[in-house]
T-cell receptor, first 116, second 113 residues
Framework: EAGVAQSPRYKIIEKRQSVAFWCNPI?????LYWYQQILGQGPKLLIQ????????DSQLPKDRFSAERLKGVDSTLKIQPAKLEDSAVYLC??????????????FGPGTRLLVL | GNSVTQMEGPVTLSEEAFLTINCTYT??????LFWYVQYPGEGLQLLLK?????DKGSNKGFEATYRKETTSFHLEKGSVQVSDSAVYFC????????????FGQGTTLQVKP
């Protein structure tokens, strides 16, 4: 079974530029998550989708970050314009999306962003 | 609010030594608890989990017991190997089960031959 795919793996941009990350979840997984992991910290949830609807985006900086999940499969996360403090690893995860329970989230390899 | 606190790293051990990585949490109700591992250059992988008090999660020689009375979920392994060198994250899923994992800051383990 293929895992969660992410691209690109690395990205270097200058501040005020824009950048986009792509995620392809495990086939059949209804729930998709984007996390931000700053160096030395644990991942922090940015946004959660259930199919193509947003479940939680309370910690997404909406003035510069946006995300979409068209057709309930692939997702893109965009930053525009980027700031120095956006330098981090952006992790995508997916889960089956079953109601209730404590289901496992499966993580992709992440995209490492450096903003100069 | 919900939070997870892990012991500071890095933890450096010799091969075959006993490992403990402490994890305590703050949460209302009965969260589910997880340990994830991140090997160099790779994504997070679920190592083990426990969903209710006194449950013991185990995998690859690692164990952790969900202690409600001490709000802890310490990770242990009897004999570590060089290949266990990685960053370990303790996490909780609130009992509201919105899917939002709350992670600790991670503990780096270095195992020397």
């Amino acid at each position: 079974e293929a895992g969660v795919a992410q691209s690109p793996r690395y990205k270097i941009i200058e501040k005020r530029q824009s950048v986009a990350f792509w995620c392809n979840p495990i086939s059949g997984h209804a729930t998709l998550y984007w996390y931000q992991q700053i160096l030395g910290q644990g991942p922090k949830l940015l946004i959660q989708f259930q199919n193509n609807g947003v479940v939680d985006d309370s910690q997404l900086p909406k003035d510069r970050f946006s995300a979409e999940r068209l057709k309930g499969v692939d997702s893109t996360l965009k930053i525009q314009p980027a700031k120095l403090e956006d330098s981090a690893v952006y992790l995508c995860a997916s889960s089956l999306g079953l109601a209730g329970g404590s289901e496992t989230q499966y993580f992709g390899p992440g995209t490492r962003l450096l903003v100069l | 609010g919900n939070s997870v606190t892990q012991m500071e790293g890095p933890v450096t051990l010799s091969e075959e030594a006993f490992l403990t990585i402490n994890c305590t949490y703050t949460a209302t109700g009965y969260p589910s608890l997880f340990w994830y591992v991140q090997y160099p250059g790779e994504g997070l992988q679920l190592l083990l989990k426990a969903t209710k008090a006194d449950d013991k999660g185990s995998n690859k020689g690692f164990e952790a017991t969900y202690r409600k009375e001490t709000t802890s979920f310490h990770l242990e392994k009897g004999s570590v190997q060089v290949s266990d060198s990685a960053v370990y994250f303790c996490a909780l899923l609130p009992s509201s089960n919105t899917g939002k994992l709350i992670f600790g800051q991670g503990t780096t383990l270095q195992v020397k031959p």
